[in-house]
Protein backbone atom coordinates (compact mmCIF):
# COMPACT_ATOMS: atom_id res chain seq x y z
CA UNK A 1 0.00 0.00 0.00
CA UNK A 2 1.56 3.38 -0.79
CA UNK A 3 -0.36 6.46 0.42
CA UNK A 4 1.08 9.92 2.05
CA UNK A 5 -0.10 8.16 5.50
CA UNK A 6 2.19 5.12 5.20
CA UNK A 7 5.25 6.45 3.43
CA UNK A 8 5.34 8.98 6.77
CA UNK A 9 4.94 5.75 8.71
CA UNK A 10 7.75 4.29 7.22
CA UNK A 11 9.64 7.22 7.83
CA UNK A 12 8.65 7.21 11.53
CA UNK A 13 9.82 3.14 11.51
CA UNK A 14 12.64 3.90 10.33
CA UNK A 15 13.67 6.35 12.54
CA UNK A 16 13.08 4.53 15.54
CA UNK A 17 14.55 1.56 14.53
CA UNK A 18 17.85 2.94 13.11
CA UNK A 19 18.14 4.21 17.19
CA UNK A 20 21.02 2.06 18.62
CA UNK A 21 19.48 3.02 22.36
CA UNK A 22 16.22 1.30 21.66
CA UNK A 23 16.04 -2.34 22.70
CA UNK A 24 12.45 -3.27 21.69
CA UNK A 25 9.73 -1.42 19.72
CA UNK A 26 6.38 -1.73 19.32
CA UNK A 27 3.67 -0.14 17.08
CA UNK A 28 0.99 1.13 19.54
CA UNK A 29 -1.73 0.37 17.66
CA UNK A 30 -0.92 -3.33 17.56
CA UNK A 31 -0.28 -3.75 21.39
CA UNK A 32 -3.76 -1.65 22.16
CA UNK A 33 -5.73 -4.17 19.86
CA UNK A 34 -3.96 -7.27 21.39
CA UNK A 35 -4.48 -5.91 25.03
CA UNK A 36 -8.06 -5.49 23.69
CA UNK A 37 -8.35 -8.95 22.75
CA UNK A 38 -6.54 -10.75 25.48
CA UNK A 39 -6.57 -8.28 28.63
CA UNK A 40 -4.81 -11.36 30.70
CA UNK A 41 -1.46 -9.83 28.66
CA UNK A 42 -1.53 -6.57 31.01
CA UNK A 43 1.39 -6.85 33.40
CA UNK A 44 1.69 -3.73 35.37
CA UNK A 45 -0.43 -0.49 34.99
CA UNK A 46 0.50 2.62 36.93
CA UNK A 47 -3.13 4.04 37.22
CA UNK A 48 -6.44 4.95 36.36
CA UNK A 49 -6.92 8.61 35.01
CA UNK A 50 -9.20 10.52 32.86
CA UNK A 51 -7.83 11.31 29.84
CA UNK A 52 -9.57 13.03 26.50
CA UNK A 53 -8.21 13.78 23.28
CA UNK A 54 -8.30 16.83 21.20
CA UNK A 55 -9.70 16.75 18.25
CA UNK A 56 -10.32 20.66 17.31
CA UNK A 57 -7.05 22.67 17.90
CA UNK A 58 -4.70 23.46 15.50
CA UNK A 59 -1.58 23.15 17.15
CA UNK A 60 -2.71 19.71 19.70
CA UNK A 61 -4.81 18.07 17.23
CA UNK A 62 -4.68 13.84 17.91
CA UNK A 63 -3.02 14.52 21.61
CA UNK A 64 -4.85 12.97 24.45
CA UNK A 65 -4.73 15.14 27.46
CA UNK A 66 -4.48 13.11 31.02
CA UNK A 67 -5.24 14.58 33.96
CA UNK A 68 -2.64 13.33 36.14
CA UNK A 69 -3.32 15.23 39.01
CA UNK A 70 -6.99 14.90 39.47
CA UNK A 71 -7.60 18.04 38.81
CA UNK A 72 -11.22 16.82 37.54
CA UNK A 73 -11.90 15.86 40.84
CA UNK A 74 -15.76 14.70 39.38
CA UNK A 75 -14.10 13.24 36.35
CA UNK A 76 -14.60 9.56 35.92
CA UNK A 77 -11.76 7.01 35.17
CA UNK A 78 -11.74 6.51 31.67
CA UNK A 79 -8.15 5.61 30.70
CA UNK A 80 -5.78 2.83 32.11
CA UNK A 81 -1.93 3.25 31.41
CA UNK A 82 -0.44 0.06 30.98
CA UNK A 83 2.99 -0.09 31.54
CA UNK A 84 4.19 -3.56 31.19
CA UNK A 85 3.14 -6.11 28.73
CA UNK A 86 3.97 -10.13 28.34
CA UNK A 87 5.63 -9.49 25.31
CA UNK A 88 6.57 -13.14 25.06
CA UNK A 89 3.22 -13.79 24.64
CA UNK A 90 2.29 -10.99 22.54
CA UNK A 91 4.47 -11.94 20.26
CA UNK A 92 3.02 -15.89 20.07
CA UNK A 93 -0.16 -14.13 19.76
CA UNK A 94 0.83 -12.36 16.74
CA UNK A 95 2.51 -15.24 15.36
CA UNK A 96 -0.61 -17.25 15.88
CA UNK A 97 -2.49 -14.84 13.94
CA UNK A 98 -0.51 -13.89 11.23
CA UNK A 99 1.27 -17.33 10.14
Partial sequence: MSSPFVRFLNLAERE??????????HIADALVTAVTLEPSLVGQV?????AMPEVQGMRARGSLFVDYNN???????????????????YKRMLLSYLA
Fill in 16 to 25: QLNDSNKTDW
Fill in 71 to 89: SLKNAPCNVVIVEKVDLLR
Fill in 46 to 50: SGCYN
